[in-house]
């Protein structure tokens, strides 16, 4: 008897140790990171007959060389990095899978594995968008490109980007993703933005469906919208809203408070545009995965100092001009706690 309560105390111990640190694993929160990129024209050197693309070849009005493309992919590939390599990264302006196979393959990113999904999309230069996922944390589902065929009576004989939607598992959550680049402001903004609120209307009537079956379905939308985040097609026709307000929204866009405050990620003259923007569902607030807050990356080497309007992001061309930069826009990222 006297050996019992020393081998009682033993194991007692033996098994507490081993069930506590799993159960403070698991009520420890992790920040995981979301973000979406408009690459600017990031094409290979290869003329495509199907596309508008000739400029971007060695011999086109660009002088678009291998070692041009190399650079690019490198400076892309180390700003990925910065961002400390995000889960889920949306992208636009890419010419077609090569383009995203070559990013992933970079070996600044290798180690990620990163998985690529793309569509060729109709739009006449040959710029589509795309998404890279790691795929330790995400398995695709279902991927669909959205076409948007515009009424003759919003315009004639356009056609634009596909909005890029995708249905994964992450982390063992459903998340729906929508990767978009809607169309430009070229005419101006009052005349071009029916075309902006009629992909918003497409956008809204995916996301509808997809609520009316989940209510507390997570779904994430990204993409260089062309718009800022108070402009009608975000704010009415798509219905994202500020996070924060005490009444419930449809969507909540974690870029309108950087907006709000001046900032933005791509700037016009002395204008700064919140272009660049991150809305999530209302479950991606309250839910396991919950989105904290948006962020703008400005990092010292992305940037130039314009004489007369000041700091902009440096841009890989400017007309015919090479410049040599990484892209005209910033990146956006949003942070989760998980």
Known sequence: ??????????????????????????????TVRFAFYNVENLFDIYDDPKTSDEEFTPTGKKKWTQERYQKKLDQLSTVVADLKFPDILGVCEVENEKVMQDLAANPKLAAKNYQTVHFDSPD?????????????????????????NFPTEIVENYTTR?????????R??????????????????EASEPKRVFVASQLRKKTDAILAQNPNANILIMGDLNDETDNNSVA????????????KQYLYNFTQPLDAAGDGSYRYRENWNMLDQIIVSPNLTTGKLRAQKAYIFKADYLNYEDKKYGQRPNKTYGGPNYYGGTSDHYPVYLELSW
């Open 1 to 30: 008897m006297k050996y019992l309560f020393p081998l009682l105390l033993f194991f007692g111990l033996t098994f507490t140790n081993c069930k506590t640190p799993s159960t403070a694993s698991s009520q420890t929160p992790q």
């Open 172 to 189: 063992g959550e459903e998340l729906h993703v929508f990767i978009n680049h809607w169309p430009s402001r070229r005419g101006g903004l």
């Open 162 to 170: 596909d909005i890029l939607y995708v249905r994964g598992n992450y």
């Open 124 to 148: 006449k230069r040959g710029i589509d968008n795309g998404l890279l996922y790691q795929k330790a944390h995400f398995t695709v589902l279902e991927k669909e490109a959205i076409a948007i």
């Open 236 to 247: 009415k026709t798509l219905g994202a809203a500020a996070p924060g307000l005490t009444q």
